[in-house]
């Protein structure tokens, strides 16, 4: 199977950012996720309370984090990783976003997964609007909407669901 970062620098997507917590020990497992928001303070605050979180619960895990600033770079990022066999564990994604929201990106996934083209990624998004309780926001592979800013409980919830802990 081929390195995250070498996938992402042989393809066309040069300029995606991919950060990891620098675990390196031999018994690691590596959990790889997608954060799209297109802010970029408020992508940095989602890798920090998730590798913050990380080494608070002890897991001996290596996690990668691709930036996407929206919907689209997510799905472009979601396809290269599926064509190079690298599984994604999960996607945090804001759900106001300038081309296609969260949500709609989601239920473009969630079509894509239906017609077996992608293999199944829960999506968790993450939104400043009050209407996070909104049927309309859910697809089957949202599996559940946060309040903004993310806090170390709703990253610790989002393990919990990844199957992390």
Request: aromatic share 8%; charged share 25%.
């Amino acid at each position: 199977m081929n390195k995250l970062e070498d996938v992402f620098k042989l393809s066309l997507l040069e300029n995606f950012k991919i950060f990891s917590n620098g675990n390196k020990d031999d018994e690691f497992s590596v959990i790889n996720l997608i954060v799209v928001d297109d802010e970029y303070l408020i992508r940095n605050s989602i890798k920090r309370v998730i590798f913050n979180q990380l080494k608070l619960i002890g897991k001996n895990v290596e996690c990668k984090i691709i930036e996407a600033c929206d919907g689209i770079e997510c799905i472009l990022a979601l396809y290269v990783a599926n064509t190079k066999n690298i599984r994604i564990n999960g996607i945090i994604s804001d759900e106001t976003m300038t081309f296609i929201s969260g949500s709609y990106c989601s239920k473009i996934i969630e079509h894509i997964v239906t017609d077996e083209k992608f293999a199944k990624v829960p999506m968790f998004i993450s939104s400043a609007l009050s209407n996070i309780n909104n049927s309309s926001i859910y697809s089957s592979i949202v599996q559940k909407v946060y309040s903004k800013p993310l806090d170390k409980t709703s990253a610790l919830d989002i393990f919990k669901q990844i199957g992390l802990i």
